[in-house]
C-alpha cells in the first residue's frame, strides 16, 4: 500500500515564503506530482518529479528525495490567490494515489 | 474539446435510484481515470482505463459501482442503488499515455461531477 501525509492546514502572509511538506512510503515509485485545487474546482498539475532534486517554475519549485520518501512545495512572493489546496500525489505502475491536501490560506 | 467535460456538474437523487455520470477525456488522450472527492480530502482512485479496457479497477469500493469506456472516448461511471454514502465529488481525469516504467504524463481533470444521495 501507499501512506502519503501532509500537513492539513497552513497559513501564511502575502508576499512571504511557504514550504509544504509531504512524506510517503511506497514500495515502487516512479514519480511525485504537486497539484492545486480550489475550492469547488478540479486539480491542475503543479509539478512533476522523478529525480532528486531541485525542479523550479517561476515562484513554485518541488524538491524530492527519494531515499527519505520527502517531498516539498516551495511556493514564493505569495500572493491571495495562492489561498487553495495543495495535493501531493505518489505514482507507481498503478494511477496516482493522493495525500488528503493541504488548505493553505494566504493573509494580507 | 480542449479540456475534460463532466456532465451533470450537479446531481441530486433519492436512496436506492440508479445514477450514471459522463466524462469526456481531451481528444487523444488514451488513458482515463475516475476518482472520487469527499469534502477535505484528497481524490481517491476507482478506476483506470487504458483504451477501452479497465486496467485497474482495484478503487472501486463494491459492486453498485461500475464504469465503461466502450470506444475508448467518453466514459460512464454506473452506481446503482444509491446510498447516501455515495455523496461525493466524482472526478474524472485523462492523459496521453500510461507511460512506461519511470515515465508518466500529467492528468488534467475535469470539473468534477457533484453528487448528493437524499
Known amino acids: 500500500g501507499q501512506n502519503i501525509d501532509q500537513p492539513t492546514e497552513m497559513t501564511a502572509t502575502e508576499g512571504a515564503i511557504v514550504q509544504i511538506n509531504c512524506t510517503y512510503q511506497t514500495s515502487g515509485f516512479n514519480g511525485l506530482f504537486w497539484y492545486q485545487q480550489h475550492a469547488g474546482e478540479a486539480p491542475t498539475f503543479l509539478s512533476y518529479?522523478?529525480?532528486?532534486g531541485l525542479e523550479e517554475k517561476g515562484r513554485f519549485s518541488s524538491f524530492l528525495s527519494r531515499s527519505k520518501g520527502y517531498s516539498y512545495l516551495l511556493l514564493k512572493e505569495l500572493q491571495m490567490k495562492d489561498s487553495a489546496s495543495y495535493l501531493c500525489a505518489v505514482s507507481r505502475n498503478t494511477p496516482l494515489v493522493f495525500g488528503k491536501g493541504t488548505r493553505l490560506s494566504v493573509i494580507a | 474539446g480542449a479540456g475534460v467535460s463532466q456532465t451533470p456538474s450537479n446531481k441530486v437523487t433519492e436512496k436506492g435510484k440508479y445514477v450514471e455520470l459522463r466524462c469526456d477525456p481531451i481528444s487523444g488522450h488514451t488513458a482515463l481515470y475516475w476518482y472520487r472527492q469527499s469534502l477535505g480530502q484528497g481524490p481517491e482512485f476507482l478506476i483506470y482505463?487504458?483504451?477501452?479496457?479497465?486496467?485497474?479497477d482495484s478503487g472501486l469500493p463494491n459492486d453498485r459501482f461500475f464504469a465503461v469506456r466502450p470506444e475508448g472516448s467518453v466514459s460512464t461511471l454506473k452506481i446503482q442503488r444509491t446510498e447516501r454514502g455515495d455523496s461525493a465529488v466524482y472526478l474524472c481525469a485523462s492523459s496521453l499515455i500510461r507511460g512506461d516504467r519511470g515515465r508518466n504524463t500529467e492528468a488534467f481533470f475535469g470539473q468534477g461531477t457533484r453528487l448528493t444521495v437524499v
Open positions: 482505463f487504458q483504451g477501452t479496457g479497465a486496467a485497474d
Open positions: 518529479n522523478v529525480l532528486d
